[in-house]
């Protein structure tokens, strides 16, 4: 994975958190599978996608949350 | 010293021999006036009969998805030092060995920035600092982990896996369990600390049929030492043993598969009848032994009545050689559980467990799913169908006739 895809894809994470904030938790589990299929054309495995999440929340920018199973949101 | 609450249930709970969470708590309150309200609320839960605690939120520490336990009191303007009550699961060491010396940084810690109580240990197998604000957290996981200790599992992730003493304590243990529980608590650290899973999912690992981690109810997948080869005899402390005690009695009739036999030649076994149940060797642990070839049997799939009701665990690898794939750095081990997280992370819905989705799905599917051989042992009740299905490659077997 390029630099540049690994850039696309963590923007592609936190968009979709942003949009749907207040309307849909997603688990870790959701985001790797919607994100491996929409940037399977750019050879990204799940191990990447998991990987992207980890540098997210490393960084701070995605916070875990639970309330009847885990879920990613954005900091409040 | 005056107290806070009137509380004649908890008082109540004081009284008898044994030890009491309650006393233990209202030393911890003497210190630390979160402590006090903690009574205050606990003892209005149990005058209501009802729980006040509410779960979950957003509490945490930076970059990880677990290992607190977020608390907070419905009665926070009544309780206010119960407001923030989060617990913070703390990865034991192996077998729960310490030296006092940390254990009492680890105390300070806890005293200093939460509740001053604390779980030695949680069913998970964690040590648990109870009643941390959410502003205390970051503090706490950066001292413990000063002290060398990590947070430990929670939430829909790998919870800490755990063990029992084993051949550090006990003669019984048929593998070396503190080994492998610290190298699979390595090597999944991402799946522990990050949660991606559909709920939880737990390891624990016990030297023996005794059993000491309760695997058999609590884990999803539990690991219980077995052997393969002959119990060993002391034939001479059988006879110091029956001098003292009723051996058709208290051993050989209960006995579950009745494949012992006692008489002026000594001690007759058929091993082969013999279920591993260690009953006889705890009876008599000076004369009878587990056998040289020791390793383990795999289970999956027990759980606690949660969200639906309970289960134990089932066979699904009769002996698994663990000193053999120790060599290879459990390598065996691991790419068997990496099968199985992938075949649940991609036919088990949200907070199912691995054990019904099996149940959901068939015994069947699973093991073919995962690549293992369809064995007897895996049986683990009687059909209650006695339709039998046959399936395609059963009837591609030439000489073996048609299936009906
Ligand atoms: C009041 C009368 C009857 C009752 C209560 C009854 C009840 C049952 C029950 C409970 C089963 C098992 C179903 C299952 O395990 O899923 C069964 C199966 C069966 N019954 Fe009956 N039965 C009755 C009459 C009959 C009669 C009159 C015949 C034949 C002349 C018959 C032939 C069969 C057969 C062949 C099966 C096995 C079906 C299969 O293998 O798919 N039964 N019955
Ligand atoms: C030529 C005549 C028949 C043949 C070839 C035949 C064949 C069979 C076969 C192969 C089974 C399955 C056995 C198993 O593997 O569990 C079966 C079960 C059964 N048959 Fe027949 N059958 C015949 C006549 C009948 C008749 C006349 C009745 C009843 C009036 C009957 C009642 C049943 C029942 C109730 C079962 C289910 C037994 C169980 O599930 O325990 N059968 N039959
Ligand atoms: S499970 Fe068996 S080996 Fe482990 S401590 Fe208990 S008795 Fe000993
Ligand atoms: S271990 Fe259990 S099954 Fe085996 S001989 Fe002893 S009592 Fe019988």
């Not at chain 2, 829909?156 to 610290?182: E, F, Q, W």
């Not at chain 2, 030492?225 to 003292?244: C, F």
């Not at chain 2, 009878?288 to 390793?295: D, E, S, W, Y």
């Amino acid at each position: 994975m390029t630099d540049e895809t690994k850039t696309q894809l963590e923007e592609a994470i936190v968009n979709l958190i942003k949009e749907f904030t207040n309307k849909k938790r997603f688990k870790p589990g959701d985001i790797v599978k919607e994100m491996e299929a929409k940037f399977s054309a750019k050879g990204v495995t799940k191990d990447d996608v998991k990987a992207a999440i980890r540098d997210l929340a490393d960084s701070g920018r995605l916070i875990y949350g639970y309330a009847g199973g885990s879920f990613l949101s954005l900091p409040e | 010293m005056s107290k806070k609450y009137q509380t004649p249930l908890l008082d109540e709970l004081k009284n008898g021999k044994w030890p009491s969470f309650v006393n233990e708590i209202e030393k911890a309150a003497e210190k630390s006036e979160m402590t006090e309200d903690l009574l205050g609320q606990v003892e209005q839960s149990y005058n209501e009969k009802a729980g006040h605690w509410k779960h979950g939120g957003m509490v945490g520490v930076k970059g990880y998805g677990s290992g607190i336990v977020g608390r907070f009191s419905d009665l926070p303007e009544k309780y206010p030092g119960v407001k923030e009550f989060h617990t913070i699961r703390i990865n034991q060491p192996s077998g729960f060995f310490y030296t006092s010396d940390i254990l009492r940084k680890i105390v300070d810690i806890g005293e200093k920035h939460a509740s001053g109580l604390f779980n030695f240990h949680g069913s998970t197998g964690d040590i648990q600092i109870l009643g941390a604000k959410t502003s205390e957290l970051e503090t706490i996981f950066q001292q413990c982990v000063a002290h060398g200790f990590d947070l430990g599992g929670s939430g829909s992730a790998l919870r800490t896996p755990s063990c029992c003493v084993g051949m550090a304590r006990c003669a019984k243990a048929n593998y070396d369990t503190m080994h492998i529980c610290y190298n699979i608590t390595q090597a999944f650290q991402d799946e522990m600390h990050r949660p991606i899973f559909n709920y939880k999912f737990k390891f624990k690992f016990s030297g023996c049929g005794n059993d000491c981690t309760a695997s058999i109810a609590r884990a999803d997948m539990s690991v219980i030492g077995t052997w393969k080869d002959n119990i060993r005899i002391d034939q001479d402390m059988v006879k110091e043993y029956a001098k003292k005690m009723n051996l058709h009695k208290y051993v050989l009739s209960k006995c579950p598969t009745k494949c012992m036999s006692y008489d002026e030649n000594g001690l007759k076994i058929d091993d082969s009848n013999c279920t591993k149940c260690m009953h006889c060797i705890n009876v008599m642990p000076k004369a009878l032994r587990p056998g040289i070839k020791g390793g383990a049997t795999i289970l999956l799939g027990s759980k606690a009545p949660m969200v639906s009701g309970p289960r134990l665990s089932m066979v699904l690898v009769p002996f698994y050689d663990v000193a053999e794939d120790a060599k290879n750095d459990y390598q065996w081990f691991r790419d068997l559980i990496e099968k199985i997280w992938e075949f649940w992370d991609e036919y088990g819905v949200s907070r199912e467990r691995i054990g019904e989705l099996i149940q959901r799905v068939g015994i069947g599917n699973f093991i073919e799913a995962i690549g293992l051989e369809p064995l007897p042992e895996m049986v683990s009740s009687p059909r209650g169908n006695p339709f039998v299905l046959y399936e395609e490659y059963v009837e591609a077997d030439e000489g073996q006739g048609e299936s009906v």
